[in-house]
C-alpha cells in the first residue's frame, strides 16, 4: 500500500496494552520494577510517535483493578514509579501541548500521587494537541458500573425515565465518551486478551496482537500496528460491498 494511502487510513485512536514489563526484565537478571522502569522509556518513544503522527488520543494501560493483586513490593515500587513520573513529566507534557488525563478509580491511590495527577490534569487542562489518557486502577467493568450508577443517580432524582436509556445515554457516561473512538488497540508481551481493559470502547475496535515485550516497543512496531490498520476493512456490521448484495446472496 502507497504510504500516501496509509497516511490518509491513520487511526485517530490508539489505545495499548502494555505488557511485559517483568518478562523483559526476568529474561535480563533484573527485578521486574527494572522492567517497570524500561517501560517508562518506552512510553516516551510511543508518546512520541503519537504526537508525529498527529493522533487525536493515545491511551495507554498502566495499572489494572486487578494489578493491586501482586505483591506489596511490586505495587508500591509502582506507585513511587508513578509519582516520580508525574513530578518529571508535566513540562514535557507542557512543551508538547499535551493534554494530560488519567481514566480509572483514582481514589485508591494515596493522597500524594492522587494530587500529582490532578496537578498534571489541571497544568495541561487547555492543551489541544495530543490527548494523553493514563488508564491507571483502571477496569472496563469498572468503567461500566460507575456509568450505571450515574444513570441510577439521574433517574433517581427523576432527571430520567428508565425507557429513555439506550446507547447514547450510557456512552455518554462511559470514560473518554468526549474522544474520538478508539480505533486501535496494540497489546504487546505475547497475550491474546483484554485483561479488563477498555470494554464499551472496543466493541468495533481492531485489535492488533505482538510478542514485542513493553520495554522493547519502538517506532517499527507502532508503524506495523499502523500499516495493519490501514490493511484492515471494517464493516462494522454492514454489508462489504453493498452494490454487490444482490448478485452475491439474492
Ligand atoms: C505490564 O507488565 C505492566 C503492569 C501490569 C503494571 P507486567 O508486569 O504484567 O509484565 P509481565 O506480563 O509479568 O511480563
Ligand atoms: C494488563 O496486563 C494490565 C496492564 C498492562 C496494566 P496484566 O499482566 O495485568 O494482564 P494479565 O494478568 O496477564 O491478564
Ligand atoms: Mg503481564
Not at 429513555?164 to 488497540?185: G, K, S, W
Request: glycine share 6%; charged share 25%; proline share 2%.
Amino acid at each position: 500500500m502507497k504510504k500516501s494511502r496509509i497516511l490518509s487510513k491513520l487511526p485517530r485512536h490508539v489505545a495499548i496494552i502494555m505488557d511485559g514489563n517483568g518478562r523483559w526484565a526476568k529474561n535480563k537478571g533484573k527485578l521486574r520494577i527494572l522492567g517497570h522502569q524500561a517501560g517508562v522509556k518506552s512510553v516516551h518513544r510511543a508518546v512520541n510517535f503519537a504526537i508525529n503522527h498527529r493522533l487525536d488520543a493515545l491511551t495507554l494501560y498502566a495499572f489494572s483493578s486487578e494489578n493491586w493483586n501482586r505483591p506489596i513490593q511490586e505495587v508500591s515500587a509502582l506507585m513511587t514509579l508513578f509519582i516520580r513520573v508525574l513530578e518529571n513529566e508535566v513540562e514535557f507534557l507542557q512543551n508538547h501541548n499535551i493534554r494530560f488525563r488519567v481514566i480509572g478509580d483514582i481514589h485508591r491511590f494515596d493522597n500524594r500521587l492522587q494530587e500529582c495527577i490532578r496537578y498534571s490534569e489541571d497544568v495541561t487542562r487547555n492543551n489541544d494537541g495530543l490527548t494523553l489518557n493514563i488508564a491507571a486502577n483502571y477496569g472496563g467493568r469498572w468503567d461500566i458500573i460507575q456509568a450505571v450508577r450515574s444513570i441510577a443517580i439521574q433517574v433517581k432524582q427523576g432527571i430520567l425515565h428508565p425507557d429513555q436509556i439506550d446507547e447514547n445515554t450510557l456512552r455518554q457516561f462511559i470514560c473518554m465518551n468526549e474522544l474520538a473512538p478508539v480505533d486501535l488497540v496494540i497489546r504487546t508481551g505475547g497475550e491474546h486478551r483484554i485483561s479488563n481493559f477498555l470494554l464499551w470502547q472496543i466493541a468495533y475496535s481492531e485489535l492488533f496482537f505482538t510478542d514485542v515485550l513493553w520495554p522493547d516497543f519502538n517506532d517499527i512496531i507502532f508503524r506495523d500496528a499502523l500499516y495493519a490498520f490501514a490493511r484492515r476493512k471494517r464493516n462494522f456490521g454492514r454489508t462489504v460491498n453493498p452494490s454487490n448484495y444482490e448478485e452475491n446472496f439474492c
